[in-house]
């Protein structure tokens, strides 16, 4: 079953070790979280954390989308950013006595891989200013605005050079190490 | 206790109070599966707002069960109800 | 401490006004498709606001860490949530409301 896992990802077994391995401190944190300190509350939590890793090596095999460290450490404050300007954006508009509104829907076709990248891009659209997705097709994306006369293309296009950055996609060789 | 806190729970009570009235307005479905989508954020607030104000850390995990729940919730009725009963619609249409 | 606690209140309160003009935004917009715009947004930075200021007045890191991650649950959730709302309103052609 391994073999056969290890032929259809490409991965050598030290690879597959290394990344169950950082699979499990990450759930291991997750399972610290929701139970605190209790010793007696990883009799359940260390099968659990085994479980997800199986499952999560089985839904999101490796190689489908490389966090870069750098890269979110750059996107973060971006993003806090941005949805804060798009909650404060929204506030002006439900209180204005006017109808600050003029929708319309706009068409986006994204270089982006499918897998990770793309989800995580038809995601973050939703909580930009302005934007929402409501369809994905293949790689093109349908978004609903919410005020035609913003700048969605240059926001669109700025996210999604920055989710790329997040993702190694522009430089694919520096993180190989 | 801190009334401060509870104080601002009721505030988040009286939000989803107000949006009610989106379920008696509708006009769909989805409209009116929104307004529940808004008890699980304010649901998720409120506990958070009383875990502090009443010094009770557990209503913290009963906060990330309602964050569960109000995901699970919307993508059911998506998947489920809103599409099935508009295929029961067609299918009576066919026939 | 005492300013830090009062520094969370006052996140605390900013919040609040983000979940009430959420509720307006259901309550007020024309169509589906904005009134997800409203409920998403605001609702989101709404429960930002919450946790850092519950963060400020929290007196552990786990409970911190613990506030960010139920924020980051809920944050997924309601994208895809919204997301999945607004795809299978466009499938059933409901046309979102427009300028006249």
């Known amino acids: 079953m391994i073999t056969n896992y290890l032929a259809a990802h490409h991965l050598r077994l030290a690879d597959l070790a290394g990344i169950a391995a950082v699979r499990f401190v990450i759930f291991s944190t997750v399972w610290f979280l929701l139970t605190g300190s209790e010793m007696k509350s990883w009799l359940v939590g260390i099968p659990a ?5 199986g499952l999560s090596l089985y839904l999101s095999p490796p190689g489908c989308g490389k966090l870069s460290f750098v890269g979110g450490c750059f996107f973060i404050p971006f993003f806090l950013r941005q949805s804060f300007l798009s909650g404060i954006d929204v506030m002006r508009r439900t209180l204005s006595p006017q109808r600050l509104i003029n929708p319309g829907l706009v068409s986006y076709t994204t270089t982006l891989p499918p897998g990770a990248p793309l989800i995580f891009f038809v995601n973050t659209i939703s909580l930009l200013p302005g934007t929402l997705s409501a369809d994905l097709q293949g790689n093109t994306v349908t978004i609903h605005t919410i005020d035609q006369d913003l700048p969605i293309w240059t926001n669109i296009q700025n996210l999604e050079g920055r989710i790329a950055v997040l993702f190694n996609q522009h430089e694919p060789k520096e993180n190989n190490l | 206790m801190s009334f401060i806190h509870i104080a601002f729970a009721l505030i988040l009570l009286l939000a989803i109070a107000a949006g009610l009235f989106r379920i008696l307005a509708g006009p769909t479905a989805a409209d009116r599966m929104m307004a529940a989508q808004l008890f699980g954020t304010c649901g998720v607030a409120i506990m958070l707002l009383l875990a502090e104000g009443m010094e ?19 993508i059911t009725f998506v998947r489920r109800a809103w599409h099935s009963s508009e295929n029961v619609g067609e299918m009576n249409e066919n026939t | 401490m005492r300013i830090l606690n009062d520094i969370g209140l006052l996140f605390i309160g900013i ?8 509720t307006i935004g259901l309550l007020r917009f024309p169509d589906i498709y ?5 409920m ?8 930002g606001l919450l946790v850092l200021g519950l963060s400020c007045q929290a007196d552990s890191w786990q409970t911190v860490a613990r506030l960010i991650f139920i924020w980051i649950l809920v944050l997924i959730a309601s994208s895809a949530s919204c997301h999945l709302v607004a795809r299978s309103a466009l499938q059933k052609n409901i046309q979102p409301w427009s300028r006249p």
Do not use: E, Q, Y
């Open chain 1, 49 to 53: 954390v085994f479980f997800a890793v």
């Open chain 2, 56 to 74: 009770s850390p557990v209503l913290l995990d009963i906060a990330l069960v309602f964050a569960i729940l109000a995901a699970m919730a919307t």
């Open chain 3, 34 to 38: 904005t009134r997800l715009h409203a």
């Open chain 3, 15 to 22: 919040g609040m006004l983000f979940f009430i003009s959420g």
């Open chain 3, 40 to 47: 998403t947004k605001a609702d989101n930075v709404g429960l």
